[in-house]
């Protein structure tokens, strides 16, 4: 079985903010490690806007 956890490695700033994931084998030795770039798009205007707090809460506890 692989297990696998994700989180945030900062509070974003502005309109991106990293996404960290990490998957483990059922040794505990980490298979993979990954870091994303995620960004919030304003759909009506095709640009970025800052992060809303509640969108990546669930990833800073």
Request: glycine share 10%; with cysteine; hydrophobic share 45%.
């Amino acid at each position: 079985m692989v297990t696998g956890r994700t989180w945030v490695g900062e509070a974003p700033k502005g309109a991106k903010f990293d996404r960290l994931m990490e998957f483990t084998g059922p040794d505990g030795k980490t298979c993979v490690k990954a870091r994303t770039v995620w960004a919030i798009i304003d759909k009506a205007a095709g640009r970025p806007i800052r992060v809303p707090p509640e969108v990546v809460a669930p990833f800073l506890s």
